[in-house]
T-cell receptor
Framework: QKEVEQDPGPLSVPEGAIVSLNCTYSNSAFQYFMWYRQYSRKGPELLMYTYSSGNKEDGRFTAQVDKSSKYISLFIRDSQPSDSATYLC???????????FGRGTSLIVHP | GAVVSQHPSWVICKSGTSVKIECRSLDFQATTMFWYRQFPKQSLMLMATSNEGSKATYEQGVEKDKFLINHASLTLSTLTVTSAHPEDSSFYICSGSRREGPGELFFGEGSRLTVL
């Protein structure tokens, strides 16, 4: 079992839909959780950064962490074609500051 | 804030030559820098971690004599691919962390290397 599991997709949704992206993990020591957006042939861009459990909202993006279930989510409201990208989850903690990345989910928002 | 500049964004070189990629943190001091390699439709593969003024720590399977990493200052790290071969062709991305310890990483734009 990989330390971080993320469905590669692609996930295709119509414009305006609510998108749910998820990751599961096995290391209960993870405390820091991040979501990155990566456009084709570009470096990842940090979208959300959360510590421990709970929700965090930033504009159309909401990050949720459920440590009891070892499950994190990123919700995108009112999705736009410009949201089409690969979304990577990452997490760290437990004595290691080096983040572990999921393989990324490819999102396609069609007009 | 937290901008990382990486260049060149793409480079083509002949087999056997060396290529240097620069990574600069423009508005913060990167105590730690990470170098990643990414294959098409794959996730990021960590190559090495470097702290300013120290030797880089390489991940298992990464040849430290082939991929030379220098982190001479808190704002500059370089990756040199020595004696490049076609199998070294890939997308290389650097990232910086603002503090020692768990925290968000800020990535450069990436460098696409093609070795002929």
């Amino acid at each position: 079992q990989k330390e971080v599991e993320q469905d590669p997709g692609p996930l295709s949704v119509p414009e305006g839909a609510i998108v749910s992206l998820n990751c599961t993990y096995s290391n209960s020591a993870f405390q820091y959780f991040m979501w990155y957006r990566q456009y084709s042939r570009k470096g990842p861009e940090l979208l959300m950064y959360t510590y421990s459990s709970g929700n965090k909202e930033d504009g159309r993006f909401t990050a949720q962490v459920d440590k009891s279930s070892k499950y994190i989510s990123l919700f995108i409201r009112d999705s736009q074609p410009s949201d089409s990208a690969t979304y990577l989850c990452a997490m760290s903690g437990g004595g290691s500051y080096i983040p572990t990345f999921g393989r990324g989910t490819s999102l396609i928002v069609h007009p | 804030g937290a901008v990382v500049s990486q260049h060149p964004s793409w480079v083509i070189c002949k087999s056997g030559t060396s290529v240097k990629i620069e990574c600069r943190s423009l508005d913060f001091q990167a105590t730690t820098m990470f170098w990643y390699r990414q294959f098409p439709k794959q996730s990021l593969m960590l190559m090495a971690t470097s702290n300013e003024g120290s030797k880089a720590t390489y991940e298992q399977g990464v040849e430290k004599d082939k991929f030379l990493i220098n982190h001479a200052s808190l704002t500059l790290s370089t990756l040199t691919v020595t004696s490049a071969h076609p199998e070294d062709s890939s997308f290389y991305i650097c990232s910086g962390s603002r503090r020692e310890g768990p925290g968000e990483l800020f990535f450069g734009e990436g460098s696409r290397l093609t070795v002929l």
